[in-house]
């Protein structure tokens, strides 16, 4: 598969990777607590319409709160996914992202080949879904789409599905993938004006409550300066005029790295693996400092989720350069 650069006047790439009979995938996770599906339903319910009842409570100064006790992982699970709540109810409407990386003890996300089944296990997944039902959209990068042909769906838990959202910027992609054809949940090809035309003319003219379309924003490729690729700010703000302001940057780790540089994270989730792959697609790739005193610190929790340890880390306080 070529590479994907935001730039490129390449060749058009179409999905190349389907899960194999040999790449089994992770097992049904059994240990979730018998109190979490109820409080799991109260949350939903505050995603669709702004309230809940018990066992939520609004307290003006700490944001949702568990109003009764329950099992310690179910109120972990809580801590979690409180940031996401607490966002929603906000007022101001501001834009509001998290985000998501699994790797592996070494720092990749998949070997050289691109082969990601699977660095993380059925916990993990697990918790993909519930961000994705938890918020308004999931982005991936081309790359991620021409590699995985991934769904983007909910399957594995209830809760509606997001809008599936493909940052494409020079409409690399041939308009064949999954996401955009499975009809399965609405789906947006965001690109540059420039490149546009050409990616709704792959698409077609698929009609339907679910059918893809293509967003177009000026000005998403930097002109000046092709290394630095395209202003994910730009990208936020044309999902927050479309009313999508709860974000979920999923993948990969190229995507992830320059939301994260772009300073529009809020919280970004990171899932090792123990694994160790020896040498692969990077993971995370923050600016480089260089004396330790200058390198982001962010507020931290970890959570395990099976075998893999999940590092809740608060960007709230990060800006590009800091």
Known sequence: MPALRAGDDGPMVSPTQQPSPARQAPTAVDD?????????QQMLQLRASGHAAAPLRWCARQGWQLADEGSARRDELFQLYKPLLDARHAPGAAPWLVAQLGQSLDGFVATATGDSYYVNGPHCLLHLHRLRALCDAV?????????????????????????????????????QSRVFRDAQAHSLWVCDTHHAAAARARLGSARGPHAAEVLAVDGLLDAQDAQQGYHPERVVQALAARGLRMLFVEGGGMTVSRFFTAGVLHRLHLVVAPVLIGQGRRGLRAPAHDVMADCPRPPARTLSLGEDMLWDLDLSGHRPGN
């Open 139 to 175: 982005l991936v990068g081309a790359g991620t789409v021409a590699i995985d042909n991934p769904q983007l769906t909910t399957r594995r838990v209830p809760g509606p599905q997001p809008t599936r959202v493909v940052v494409d910027p020079a409409a690399r992609l041939d308009g």
């Open 32 to 40: 979730i607590p018998a109190d979490w599906p109820a409080l799991w």
